[in-house]
T-cell receptor, first 113, second 114 residues
Framework: AQSVTQLDSQVPVFEEAPVELRCNYS??????LFWYVQYPNQGLQLLLK??????LVESINGFEAEFNKSQTSFHLRKPSVHISDTAEYFC???????????FGTGTRLQVFP | DGGITQSPKYLFRKEGQNVTLSCEQN?????MYWYRQDPGQGLRLIYY???????QKGDIAEGYSVSREKKESFPLTVTSAQKNPTAFYLC?????????????FGEGSRLTVL
């Protein structure tokens, strides 16, 4: 069965530093990939998604993620973080063979001034 | 504005009482979902519905019940049979089944059982 691993439960970083949040999934069978962001006491919002085409996808607020089929990864990166990026980030994988959407356990990004 | 409305935002109940969480959407989405979120465990699917008057169990349905009498509404009842009901509950919807579509989430309901 498909599984999603977010190895880092917390990532502390200073403002304006680069950051990478890691996401690996278990099967390279046809998948769609998503990153969601959750601000405190709120629901999740879609940050970016990979369905097909270019393996590098970008969000409107400077995040990007690259689909790497050989390494079954979809890491999220930002070259310079802001205090307002402090939130929990969830990677999710849609396994098209089972039509199931599986969420990772989340990574809490804490940006310090 | 289109979106998903969950109520109440915070709820306190005594052990042994049933509780119903409301979820309403005006996005005209066919599919709706209930997730439970616990610290360090991510999101776990409780129930989902792809069409009115039909719903399926998710991964952790025991102790919960749902109904889907209207396209816009998908209430969740946390029954007294749920052994550990204190959690953050999230309702979501999508235009298609969750496998291929983006999920739109409500702001959540935090249930605390005393």
């Amino acid at each position: 069965a498909q599984s999603v691993t977010q190895l880092d439960s917390q990532v502390p970083v200073f403002e304006e530093a680069p950051v990478e949040l890691r996401c690996n999934y278990s099967s390279s069978v046809s998948v769609y990939l998503f990153w969601y962001v959750q601000y405190p006491n709120q629901g999740l919002q879609l940050l970016l998604k990979y369905l097909s085409g270019s393996t590098l996808v970008e969000s409107i607020n400077g995040f990007e993620a690259e689909f790497n089929k050989s390494q079954t990864s979809f890491h999220l990166r930002k070259p310079s973080v802001h205090i307002s990026d402090t939130a929990e980030y969830f990677c999710a994988v849609s396994d098209l063979s089972t039509d199931k959407l599986i969420f990772g356990t989340g990574t809490r990004l804490q940006v310090f001034p | 504005d289109g979106g998903i409305t969950q109520s109440p935002k915070y709820l306190f109940r005594k052990e042994g009482q049933n509780v119903t969480l409301s979820c309403e959407q005006n996005l005209n989405h066919d599919a709706m979902y209930w997730y439970r979120q616990d610290p360090g465990q991510g999101l776990r699917l409780i129930y989902y519905s792809q069409i009115v008057n039909d719903f399926q169990k998710g991964d952790i349905a025991e102790g919960y019940s749902v109904s889907r009498e209207k396209k816009e509404s998908f209430p969740l009842t946390v029954t007294s049979a749920q052994k550990n009901p204190t959690a953050f509950y999230l309702c979501a919807s999508s235009t298609q089944d969750r496998g291929s579509g983006e999920l739109f989430f409500g702001e959540g309901s935090r249930l605390t059982v005393l």
